[in-house]
C-alpha cells in the first residue's frame, strides 16, 4: 500500500525557521496536504495543494513541491506552534487518501 | 458554525460491533464529501472510509474492508460508520472530517472524535 514518509521529530529554537518534509511516489501527481495537531485536539488544516494556506493560517507557515517530495516551513517559530505535523496526499489514482507518519515539531 | 460532533463510541469486546454517528450543522450537509479518520492511542492519524455527497461513490482503507460500511442520511444532517468484527486494533479515537471548501482532497472540518476501545 501507498506510504508518504515524514520524519519523527524535528527541534528548532524559537524564532528559527523548521523544515519539515514528506515523501512519496505520487506526490508528483497529487496534491499534498499538511495538518497541525496539538495534544487532545482534532488536527487542523494549515496547507492545502502543496501551498496555498487557509484563511487564517499565520502567513509563517508556507508549504513547496519538489518531485517527490513536499515540504512544510514555518519561519519565524514561536512556542505555540508546538505540534504534531501531519501530510496527507492520496494514492496514484486519487482514490485513497493517506497520512504521513507524523514529526512532532519540538520549540526548544 | 460548522460543527461535527460524533457519538457511539465505547468499550466493545473483540468480534463485536459498534456504529458510530456524525451530526453535522452549520453547513449544507448533502453538498459536501465526508470522512472517517481514526487515531489509535499515541499514533498517528489513518484515513478510515470516504463517502460522497451523495452517497454514490465510497472508499475504505484496506485496513477496514469488509468489516466497517460508512453511511449518511441527508435528510438527518448525519453521517455514520458501522464497524463490525472489531479488533484490538481497531482501538482508536474516531474523527469526522469534512471536506474542506478550498480542495476536495483535504480535510478541512474535523469533530472532536469519540474514542472506541475494544478489549475483552
Known amino acids: 500500500s501507498y506510504e508518504l514518509t515524514q520524519p519523527p521529530s524535528v527541534s528548532v529554537s524559537p524564532g528559527q525557521t523548521a523544515r519539515i518534509t514528506c515523501s512519496g511516489d505520487?506526490?508528483?501527481?497529487?496534491?499534498a496536504y499538511w495538518y497541525q495537531q496539538k495534544p487532545g485536539q482534532a488536527p487542523v488544516l494549515v496547507i492545502y495543494?502543496?501551498?496555498e494556506r487557509p484563511s487564517g493560517i499565520p502567513e509563517r507557515f508556507s508549504g513547496s513541491s519538489s518531485g517527490t517530495t513536499v515540504t512544510l516551513t514555518i519561519s519565524g517559530v514561536q512556542a505555540e506552534d508546538e505540534a504534531d505535523y501531519y501530510c496527507?496526499?492520496?494514492?496514484?489514482?486519487?482514490?485513497?487518501?493517506?497520512f504521513g507518519g507524523g514529526t512532532k515539531l519540538t520549540v526548544l | 458554525e460548522v460543527q461535527l460532533v460524533e457519538s457511539g463510541g465505547g468499550l466493545v469486546q473483540p468480534g463485536g460491533s459498534l456504529r458510530l454517528s456524525c451530526a453535522a450543522s452549520?453547513?449544507?450537509?448533502?453538498?459536501?464529501?465526508m470522512n472517517w479518520v481514526r487515531q489509535a492511542p499515541g499514533k498517528g492519524l489513518e484515513w478510515v472510509s470516504y463517502?460522497?455527497?451523495?452517497?454514490?461513490?465510497?472508499y475504505y482503507a484496506d485496513s477496514v474492508k469488509g468489516r466497517f460500511t460508512i453511511s449518511r442520511d441527508n435528510a438527518k444532517n448525519s453521517l455514520y460508520l458501522q464497524m463490525n468484527s472489531l479488533r484490538a486494533e481497531d482501538t482508536a479515537v474516531y474523527y469526522c472530517?469534512?471536506?474542506?471548501?478550498?480542495?476536495?482532497?483535504?480535510?478541512?472540518?474535523w469533530g472532536q472524535g469519540t474514542l472506541v476501545t475494544v478489549s475483552s
Open positions: 472530517a469534512r471536506e474542506s471548501p478550498y480542495s476536495s482532497g483535504s480535510l478541512g472540518y
Open positions: 452549520g453547513f449544507t450537509f448533502s453538498s459536501y464529501e
Open positions: 463517502i460522497s455527497s451523495s452517497g454514490s461513490t465510497i
Open positions: 505520487a506526490l508528483p501527481k497529487q496534491y
Open positions: 495543494k502543496d501551498s
Open positions: 496527507q496526499s492520496a494514492d496514484s489514482s486519487g482514490t485513497y487518501k493517506v
